[in-house]
Antibody
Framework: QVYLQESGPGLVKPSEALSLTCTVS????????WSWIRQSPGKGLEWIGY???????NYSPSVKSRVIMFLDTSKNQFSLNLTSVTAADTAIYYC??????????????WGQGHLVTVSS | DIQMTQSPSSLSASVGDRVTISCRAS??????VNWYQQTPGKVPKLLIF???NLQSGGPSRFSGSGSGSDFALTITNLQPEDFATYYC?????????FGQGTKVEI
């Protein structure tokens, strides 16, 4: 069984950076693609991007200019950094494992979700 | 971006009913559509992948169909635990996108 757990601050000030980490257990981040997905009342589920140990990275155009994802194989973690946040970035952030060869990909394991509120 | 439009946005049903949720893609997505179930306060859970494949452990009352740009999720013999919100999602091209959700209510 694979478990994912998000961690990071729950409150971020506008214009600052949001940083989240997903710790994976029961599997290695060296395998599979790994994604971040967020959910806000106004926009539903939104895919943010994916990362693979091969160096393959793909970001959604909606955040591409503000986002960086990276993998730490020594800690079996992957992380999200989103800069210049606004209230529109307030959401529950999920990390998820991507299974299947693109384009036949899906999210089979999800973290519990981490609420991030952007407010001064 | 490929838009995924679900219909209806919500529906009311009873235990034992058969329910069908539609999902239409704004462009051709072949068979690369997945379906997720989310109960209130819980994490989305993969139900169907690649349009019609039941995820391991998923109840057989769930089935998916469709190809091209029109897809459907059908629940036969609706159970109390099935009252939830269902999302379709395309993985044909990035950015991967989700439908707005269909809430199945009692």
């Amino acid at each position: 069984q694979v478990y994912l757990q998000e961690s990071g601050p729950g409150l971020v000030k506008p214009s600052e950076a949001l940083s989240l980490t997903c710790t994976v257990s029961g599997g290695s981040v060296r395998s599979y693609y790994w994604s971040w997905i967020r959910q806000s009342p106004g926009k539903g589920l939104e895919w943010i991007g994916y990362i693979h140990n091969s160096g393959s990275i793909n970001y959604s155009p909606s955040v591409k200019s503000r986002v960086i994802m990276f993998l730490d194989t020594s800690k079996n973690q992957f992380s999200l950094n989103l800069t210049s946040v606004t209230a529109a970035d307030t959401a529950i952030y999920y990390c998820a494992r991507v299974v299947g060869a693109v384009p036949a990909a899906n999210f089979d394991y999800w973290g519990q979700g981490h609420l991030v509120t952007v407010s001064s | 971006d490929i838009q995924m439009t679900q219909s209806p946005s919500s529906l009311s049903a009873s235990v034992g009913d058969r329910v069908t949720i539609s999902c239409r893609a704004s462009q051709f997505v072949s068979g690369y559509v997945n379906w997720y179930q989310q109960t209130p306060g819980k994490v989305p859970k993969l139900l169907i992948f690649a349009a019609s494949n039941l995820q391991s452990g998923g109840p057989s009352r769930f089935s998916g169909s469709g190809s091209g740009s029109d897809f459907a999720l059908t629940i036969t013999n609706l159970q109390p635990e099935d009252f939830a919100t269902y999302y379709c999602q395309q993985s044909y091209s990035t950015p991967w996108t989700f439908g707005q959700g269909t809430k199945v209510e009692i």
